[in-house]
């Protein structure tokens, strides 16, 4: 039987879009599901402050009556805006290994993205940066973080056969926490700190970090503007990230460093890794998804990189061994071994060279693709 597109309208039809994934790879040991109920909000609008200045369509495909496959297209039109060309996003990408289902869905997102005079296709990507994006190329024996996304080897064959090619990729690193800190890390944070008045803050309590918030989503806005897909965020966006971040935070991996008028240069925050609890929630909170989640986040082996951003004037001056000098001995001390960086793309050297007085290896990697539309 062939295959059937349906555009999603209903409530009934996004639940079994967002949960598609789950069943797709219910038995594979490396997929990490997304929490159902945060991608139901993340569709919707009204309940994802992207929706101000962006646009959806989602579409299922079936046969026999079975869903096979799921896409999402997308329009941020500020980033067009800055962008000075209309871009049309796919994301939310899964299929079982079919041409005719791949070809189905594809087929479709670009007709609508022809309608709305598109001069790219490019994804899989979301609303906005912090949106999970990229096609897996390498990294399939590996348990994404919960920011990441794993998917089959297939995908990126597919998007390439239909005239597909990568556009920018992200990479992941695996990083050893060493048992000593290194003694140049130290050094280099001292003399930074003495060298243009820093001060790397402590916070008691979770008030005092929310005090700092609207200025660490500022300079987040001024330093990440030229990374690819990003666009400013909004005050309703920065509540968005206030609450879902913020009740997971560990003040202790939260590093913060201000000059002497109090203004904020740099900031790293870090999360111990979830993406096993969420394995075993399998997409659910309740009833004891929940449980698992608050489990990981007291004891872990394992922590990921949430956020880094330094002001560009203190970029390539220490102000990263300032943060992480602290970061790293409260890793250890909590009994961390391995940090994951969450995706970052592959030519963000700052990032990078983070890692370089520690064991690394690159370990996963994940791509986004671009194909533009002839008028």
């Known amino acids: 039987m062939s295959v059937e597109i349906q555009e999603v309208v209903s409530k009934k039809q ?47 495909a079936s046969r026999d009556g079975k869903i096979v496959g799921r896409i999402a297209g997308i329009i941020n039109h500020e980033y067009n805006k800055q962008m000075g060309k209309i871009y049309i996003r796919f994301g939310w990408l899964d299929f079982v290994d079919d041409e005719e289902v791949v070809n189905q869905l594809i087929h479709t997102m670009e007709t609508w993205a022809k309608s709305k005079n598109a ?23 590996q348990i994404p973080t919960a920011y990441g996304k794993y998917n089959a080897p297939y995908y990126a064959g597919h998007l390439e ?50 005090a700092y918030a609207d200025k660490l989503f500022a300079l987040m806005n001024r330093q990440y503007a030229c990374i690819h897909g990003f666009t400013q965020l909004t005050p309703g966006q920065v509540e968005d990230l206030k609450n879902q971040f913020l009740p997971m935070l560990n003040l202790k991996f939260v590093s913060i460093v201000v000059d002497s008028n109090d203004e904020l240069v740099g900031f790293a925050i870090c999360l111990p890794s979830v993406s096993k609890a969420l394995q075993k ?54 009994g961390f071994t391995t940090l994951e ?12 060279n983070l890692w370089n007085r520690f064991g690394f290896k690159l370990h996963k990697r994940a791509r986004s693709f671009i194909k533009s539309v002839e008028k």
């Open 14 to 60: 996004l639940r079994q879009f967002v949960e598609f994934p789950n069943r797709l790879y219910r038995d594979n040991p490396y997929y990490v599901p997304q929490l159902v109920s945060a991608d139901l909000d993340s569709l919707t609008p009204g309940k994802n402050h992207a929706f101000d200045f962006c646009e959806g369509k989602y579409w299922l």
């Open 119 to 141: 001069d790219f296709i490019c994804g899989p990507v979301g609303f906005l940066e912090f949106d999970i994006a990229g096609v897996l190329v390498e990294g399939y024996d």
């Open 161 to 210: 056969r239909l005239g597909y090619a990568k556009e920018v990729d992200w990479v992941e690193y695996q990083v050893k926490i060493p048992d000593t800190i290194p003694a140049a890390v130290h050094r280099v944070a001292q003399v930074t700190a003495e060298r243009h008045g820093l001060t790397l803050l402590q916070f008691d309590n979770k008030k005092a970090l929310l």
């Open 281 to 334: 929630a399998r997409g659910h909170l309740f009833p004891f998804g929940f449980i698992h989640i608050l489990r990981a986040l007291r004891k872990n082996d394992t922590i990921d990189t949430l956020l880094i951003a330094v002001a560009t004037e203190y970029q390539n001056k220490g102000v990263t061994a300032m943060m992480f000098d602290r970061l790293w001995q409260q890793m250890h001390d909590n």
């Open 341 to 352: 960086s969450t995706r970052q793309l592959e030519n963000n050297l700052h990032v990078r």
